[in-house]
């Protein structure tokens, strides 16, 4: 922590016992009355103040007197007390990320020795107090992210000369800023943007050598930004995006200024002339935000010297290219291997797309270059090189032709930009990631005559009606997606469709009669035939009756109905269709007499099985005569054959079983080195092998200790890639039965959110004892509940709304697998922020399966564990009520916890949060404040990447945690059957990710500002 740490190297945690301080004393307690929660529990009388959590004391003084009062991040609620200036000898004052309120004290004028505050991160209100201008030892100055109004003290820089940080951004101030900061000299970071500051940017801050870091962004300020500002030649981040300042940039820009730039914005002001050359010379660069401006002519043709590139915006400016000049910057840029956002939308560029943009990198996620009209040709057949891809927007240009089949590999795109893009006529995306709805807007694609959108399995919502294009002549597949509802009528717009897929989806009700306007059609999939070209509708939930209308279609070839809900007749007007070679209904509820001429005079072209109230047709199909009589002995005959077979099998397997098991135990060598079932789906890896790797198990390569066992950094011989062992303490009683837990659910799962084991180990150590580890890999994020409660408290390690969005999804989707996708279904019964492990990317993995219980496959989702008894399952407050009843372990106990998982991720604070008292649990806490007041709650380092004081950002971020903690309240409800289905919990969960996803990626691509970037900051 910069600042602080230097601050309290004069201090110490004081432990005495004896007398003196009583004024500070008194203002603590003072102090502590106005709030509540938080560590202010820990005070009281039983111990000196010099003892309280968050106080330290001078060291060897009579009587002691505080120094540094460290509450950050402490969930305190309150104002802040007056008393706070009787405080004389407190040297730091952190209290940042609170939900402190009311107007800043200022009393806070007397402490002459503060060097350090931070009250930043809270709902601070009123004027910044003037006579914290008599705070002249004062080093770092944090009052951002409040709700202060009024202006900047025009005094503030004729008296903390000795200031170094000063930070008021995201509040709601106005008037100048003061000329006097000019006279900070040692001042190197200065953070004064998301206000309403306005006037011109003073030239004496061009004066001061050391500045660093400097963000005047979202104000009104106006006017040139002074010459004298290029001049500061240690400054590496600029920020003056969303001013109305105006101008050009200085043509020697990157010859004789900016040496040290890394993060350059002009955003969103009134700039105009010419992108100069010369920035290609600033290779420190990171980030360049140049949208929303007056810029024309030509993009310099070689920024791709700027190596470091990560983050280019270009938007809404007048910037030119065509067939004859002007596209060579794209091929410059695939120098910039590090690159991730390209947003070039709504200029002058036209001509051909260059098909050197194949070339960008690979880490690239987001290239944008919508609303430029006169862009056009075909999109690059080598498209799919760009693997990273999150985003590809290209809406409102004269692009045509085909999307290439190569987009297939952009297994990480969620938005796909073509509504507009009117030439455009085949648009194939099957076999990606494609998750959410499918946008309406598509329907604007007006010539389109292919749309394949099949094998995405996430894409949900209703089918819409916009989509059903009568140009759509070659194939629609939305086939092995989660589309539910009813089939719009609108289908009957698909006049010249050849083949429809729908298969594989959850689509309800009736088939609608207009399908009979659909005269050419040849291929009707409804059913669940494999493979991705056909039209199917299997697997579907559509019930009714099959329309007599589909014998309008005379060119039907194939029609496939079968896995619904369909009753009734097969229509015997299906005879007529003479081009009908297929017909599969197969598990439906027909009922009634077969046709047997046309298709269903053929065996091998008709399907009905499954539908046990059929009869008649040809007799190689075996129905029972069309008599009521015979029908219903049949179905009876059929009965106890059926049982008589299953029950004769069922008991040969299970004595084979028996038989099988007797033998192998006969068989098993008696030593503890043999493996058990569960770690025979393991290689080995010797006590050896692990102990060199781990420098014979030191404290130097230890990562934590748990319940049964510690985890230790290790790198096997002939391996670069540390790995994580997880060594179990055989002493403690249930460990040897945990690591069988483990292993055995481990060795069932394969999901990308769940913890896997590279090898295990079953050994003897140096000391003749057993030794058992499992070998997984290495999280080099730590834990989720690191980042939520952090030791020590740095901005730039919070975490985001979209990060939290995405770990939550993570671990839905891995319980969803547990529960439903496994078998038998495995119950993880511990979820908690410290089993899940952050990735290099801050991807979630679920991991400490030592308390895990397998369902057995002959029990419900309620049963019990097949083969582990190790106690109550669960950490307080996750584990579910029902479970201290003695109820059995079931899913639906980890829904619960991960109720209590979600709600502590949206609100930062712990199920054993000393705020939350034993008649007030995190759910009543959470649903006290549902839906209207939960930004009240929510976790203040949110704002750390949002801006708290954008109208829409705030809107925004308000509706996806109002969603979030809607999902946690459900799934943390008391009674068990009262809980949302996983299932439920994970597709909503989706939902919310992807809408925030869009919101934020539109928001930031759009209009070329990269949001949250100038607010970074680590303390």
Same mark, same amino acid.
């Given at each position: ?18 007398? $003196? ?66 405080? /004389?000898?407190? !040297? ?101 943007? /998301? ?48 001013? !109305? ?59 791709? !010297? ?38 070039? &939308?709504?200029?002058?560029?036209? $001509? ?35 693997? &990273? ?344 009683? $249930? ?11 481990? !060795? ?37 509940? &690191? ?233």
């Amino acid at each position: 922590m910069v600042g602080l740490s230097s601050v309290l190297t004069i201090a110490t945690a004081a432990s005495a016992t004896g007398g $003196g301080g009583g004024g500070d004393e008194a203002a603590l307690l003072a102090f502590k009355a106005e709030l509540t929660g938080g560590a202010l529990t820990s005070w009281n009388g039983n111990v000196s103040f010099c003892s309280w959590e968050g106080v330290s004391c001078t060291r060897g003084r009579t009587p002691p007197r505080v120094v540094a009062l460290d509450l950050l991040k402490g969930g305190l609620a309150g104002t802040l007390s007056a008393a706070i200036g009787n405080l /004389t000898f407190l !040297r730091a004052l952190e209290l940042g990320f609170n939900w402190l309120h009311g107007d800043v004290p200022a009393s806070l004028g007397r402490l002459r020795r503060l060097r350090y505050l931070d009250l930043g991160y809270n709902a601070f209100s009123g004027e910044i107090p003037g006579n914290l201008t008599s705070c002249v030892a004062m080093e770092q100055m944090f009052l951002d992210a409040n709700n202060l109004v009024g202006r900047i003290p025009a005094e503030l820089g004729n008296t903390l000369t000795q200031l170094q940080v000063l930070r008021l951004g995201n509040n709601s101030l106005t008037g100048p800023i003061p000329t006097s900061l000019a006279n900070m000299s040692s001042l190197w970071h200065l953070a004064l943007g /998301t206000n309403q500051l306005d006037g011109p940017i003073p030239p004496g801050l061009g004066g001061l050598a050391g500045l660093q870091y400097l963000d005047l962004a979202v104000n009104k300020l106006h006017g040139l930004v002074p010459l004298s500002m290029y001049n500061l030649s240690l400054l590496w981040s600029f920020h003056v995006e969303g001013n !109305r300042l105006h101008g050009s940039i200085p043509d020697d820009i990157g010859s004789k200024f900016f040496p040290a730039m890394e993060d350059l914005s002009f955003a969103n002001n009134r700039f105009t002339g010419g992108i100069p050359s010369s920035l290609s010379n600033l290779t420190t660069l990171t980030s360049l935000q140049l949208s929303t401006n007056g810029f024309t002519g030509l993009v310099p043709r070689d920024l791709g !010297r700027l190596q470091r590139l990560q983050y280019l915006y270009m938007p809404y400016n007048l910037l030119e290219a065509d067939d004859t000049a002007g596209w060579e910057f794209i091929t410059s840029l695939a120098n910039c291997s590090q690159l991730l956002q390209l947003s070039l &939308g709504y200029n002058s560029f036209g $001509g051909q797309l260059p098909n050197s943009m194949v070339n960008l990198s690979a880490t690239l996620q987001y290239l944008y270059l919508s609303d430029c009209p006169s862009i056009s040709g075909s999109i690059p057949q080598d498209i799919g090189n760009l693997v &990273g891809l999150s985003i590809l927007g290209l809406a409102n240009t004269s692009i045509s032709g085909m999307i290439p089949s190569s987009i297939g590999k952009l297994a990480n795109l969620v938005q796909l930009g073509l509504y507009c893009a009117r030439r455009l006529n085949w648009l194939a995306a099957y076999s990606n990631g494609l998750e959410g709805p499918v946008p309406a807007s598509l329907g604007k694609l007006t010539k389109l005559y292919l749309l394949d959108l099949s094998a995405n399995y996430r894409l949900n919502g209703s089918i819409p009606k916009e989509i059903l294009l009568p140009s759509l002549s070659y194939s629609l597949n939305l086939s092995h997606n989660s589309f539910s509802g009813p089939l719009p009528p609108e289908v009957g717009n698909l006049i010249n469709l050849n083949q429809l897929n729908l298969a594989g989806n959850q689509l309800s009700g009736r088939i609608p009669y207009t399908i009979g306007n659909c005269l050419v059609l040849e291929s009707l999939m409804l059913d669940n035939v494999k493979g991705l070209q056909v039209l199917n509708l299997t697997m579907n939930k559509l019930s009714g009756r099959i329309p007599d209308a589909l014998s309008s279609i005379a060119a039907l070839q194939e029609l496939y109905l079968a896995h619904n809900n369909l009753s009734g007749l097969i229509p015997s007007s299906l005879q007529k269709l003479a081009s009908l070679h297929t017909f599969d209904a197969s598990f439906n509820d027909l009922q009634g007499e077969v046709p047997n001429g046309g298709v269903f005079a053929n065996l091998t072209d008709i399907s009905v099985t499954g539908n046990s109230k059929l009869c008649g047709g040809i007799a190689q199909l075996h129905l029972a005569p069309c008599s009521p009589h015979t029908l219903s002995n049949s179905k009876k005959d059929r009965s106890k054959s059926l049982m008589i077979s299953l029950t004769t099998t069922g008991a040969i397997l299970l004595l084979v079983s028996v038989l099988v098991t007797i033998w192998r135990l006969k068989q098993r060598p008696k030593s503890q080195a043999r493996p058990t079932i569960a770690e025979e789906g393991f290689q080995r890896v010797s006590y050896q092998a692990l102990l060199r790797g781990t420098n014979g198990f030191s404290e130097f390569n230890l990562l934590g200790k748990g319940r049964y066992g510690s985890v230790y950094k290790c790198t096997l011989e002939g391996q670069d890639t540390p790995v994580a062992v997880k060594v179990f303490n055989l002493q403690q009683l $249930g460990s040897s039965k945990s690591f069988q837990a483990e292993c055995e659910a481990l !060795r069932r799962v394969r999901h990308r959110s769940l913890i896997k084991i590279i090898t295990c180990c079953s050994s003897i150590d140096s000391h003749g004892q057993d030794f058992k580890a499992l070998v997984i890999d290495l999280m080099p994020n730590g834990s989720l509940d &690191g980042r939520l409660h952090p030791k020590y408290s740095i901005a730039n390690n919070t975490l985001s709304l979209a990060q939290r969005l995405d770990i939550a999804v993570n671990v839905i989707d891995a319980l969803d697998y547990l529960h439903n996708h496994c078998q038998p279904p495995i119950v993880h019964c511990d979820v908690k922020p410290s089993n899940i492990l952050l990735t290099e990317d801050m991807s979630a993995r679920l991991g400490d399966f030592g308390i895990s219980r397998i369902l057995l496959e002959t029990a419900d989702r309620t049963g019990q564990n097949s083969n582990s008894t190790i106690g109550i399952r669960g950490s307080i407050g996750y584990v579910a009520p029902e479970y201290g009843e003695g109820s059995p372990i079931s899913t639906l106990g980890d829904v619960y916890s991960l109720g209590i998982l979600l709600l502590e991720i949206f609100t930062g604070r712990s199920p054993t949060d000393d705020m939350l008292k034993e008649s007030v649990d995190l759910h009543k806490f959470a649903e006290a404040v549902f839906p209207d007041r939960v930004l009240e709650i929510a976790d203040p380092t949110i704002w750390v990447h949002n801006d708290a004081n954008d109208e829409i950002t705030r809107s925004k971020v308000q509706e996806c945690l109002v969603s979030v903690v809607r999902i946690g309240i459900s799934c943390s409800k008391q009674q068990p059957r009262e809980r949302m289905p996983i299932q439920d919990a994970a597709m909503e969960m989706h939902a919310i990710r992807d809408a925030n996803l869009m919101f934020s990626s539109s928001f930031a691509v759009e209009h070329g500002v990269l949001t949250g970037h100038a607010s970074t900051f680590s303390k």
